[in-house]
């Protein structure tokens, strides 16, 4: 056992939920010792932690200076940030500070595929997962996606694990060296806690430290790994590909995910819509030829994936206008993506619904696919007024005040070949519980329109 847990530590979970319950019990299991706060006064899954473990300490409704100070190690949960006063004086005192998904590393003992990316990581640590399934691979998918990642060490002969990793947990792992690793695109997002973009991009690239193999997105500068040139490295892209690497080439048959010159897919065979779908789906490739996965078995898979709910999701279709759903653009690049690589597929026009909470973007990102692809913007939310300065110079405006007036004005103004999408381009939490409750409701409201 990793002497960096070794059972005379002094340790606090910093954060409840789901992500600091499977720490809760990954000690526990372990027989270490260790403390458990939140800055709430009642956090999810503190019920469970009183029943299931009644003498561990508890410290609810604020950080508690003393516990903090005296740790050697601070398990902090992805939503606690570094830069926390309290936090970072413990650190400066020689705390250690480290996430759930270090904890993994530190046990881990078969081979980790690690996806981060401001957009699309869910889908390809999805895809990926069901071409590995499909190639008769015991898999286990998780992280900051679906079951935490300790959860995943309970399983018993696993071959692959796939994780998806968010920057936050990124900041506090340190001992992760990925069989393969990708940074599938960088766009602003959460600049309500980094201090720049550069934060941002250093956060993402942690995720290439001592990987055998290194993915990235050729038309994304920022993800190319900043690491010695010894280390092998894939690249994918909307172009033509290098002779080993990955991308698209059209002919007269339509569009091709290939390999260098070898074509592989027509996209025609995929269910996944639009031109950003096709980029994450050479993105699972890449990954899954990196790590042994038999090309056959990722095509069948690939054909068969109807993609995630709430992510470029078809609702309904009625006189020519199809309505999507993608809650989960819950930042300006994935807004972007979702214009785009449905744009590029329309006879018609996009009608974009978007707002909410702006997280201190920059909305101007909006303003070029709003031009050449959108037909009108209709805005919700507490940010709209933002969002409308950006664009309204090259698009057509309109203010609602809640999701189904959003959805009478599309009605209106959407003609036969359009597509009325949503991706807000916000996070939900102005208005909703979630970007799945609104996502889920814009469903809702859009069937029972249309019936």
Known sequence: MSALISSNRTRVVVGLGKTGLSCVRFLAERQRSFKVMDTRENPPGIDELRASFPDIPVHLGGLNSDWLLEADELILSPGIALSTPEIAEAVNKGAEAVGDIELFCREVDKPVVAITGSNGKSTVTTLLGEMAEEAGLSVAVGGNIGTPALELLEREGVDLYILELSSFQLETTHSLRAAAATVLNVSPDHMDRYAS???????????????????????????????????????????????????????????????????????????????????????????????????????????????????????????????????????????????????????????????????????????????????????????????????????????????????????????????????????????????????????????????
């Not at 991308?247 to 996209?267: F, H, M, P, Q």
């Not at 006879?347 to 201190?360: E, N, Q, T, Y």
């Open 197 to 451: 973009m550069m934060d941002y991009h250093k956060a993402k690239q942690r995720i290439y430290r001592g990987c055998k193999h290194a993915v990235y997105n050729k038309q994304d500068a920022l993800t190319v790994p900043l690491l010695p040139q010894a280390t092998p490295a894939t690249a994918f892209t909307s172009g033509k590909p290098d002779l080993h690497d990955y991308g698209l080439i059209d002919d007269d048959e339509g569009t091709w995910l290939c390999k260098g010159v070898e074509r592989l897919l027509n996209t025609a065979a995929m269910k996944l819509p639009g031109r950003h779908n096709q980029m994450n789906a050479l993105a699972a490739l890449a990954l899954g030829d990196t790590v042994g996965i038999p090309m056959a078995p990722m095509l069948s898979a690939l054909t068969q994936f109807e993609g995630l709910a709430h992510r470029c999701q078809w609702v309904a279709e009625k006189n020519g206008v199809v309505w999507i759903n993608d809650s989960k653009a819950t930042n300006v690049g994935a807004s972007v993506a979702a214009i785009e690589g449905l744009g590029e597929t329309l006879s018609g026009k996009v009608v974009l619904i978007a707002g909410g909470d702006g997280k201190g973007a920059d909305f101007n990102q909006l303003k070029q696919p709003l031009k050449k692809y959108g037909r009108e913007v209709v805005l919700v939310g507490r940010d709209a007024a933002d969002i409308a300065a950006a664009v309204n110079e090259v698009i057509p405006v309109q203010h609602s005040e809640d999701l189904a007036a959003a959805i009478e004005r599309a009605c209106e103004v959407s003609e036969k070949g359009d597509a009325v999408l949503l991706a807000p381009a916000c996070a939900s939490f102005d208005m909703f519980k979630s970007f799945e409750h609104r996502g889920d409701v814009f469903a809702g409201l859009v069937r029972e329109r249309l019936a």
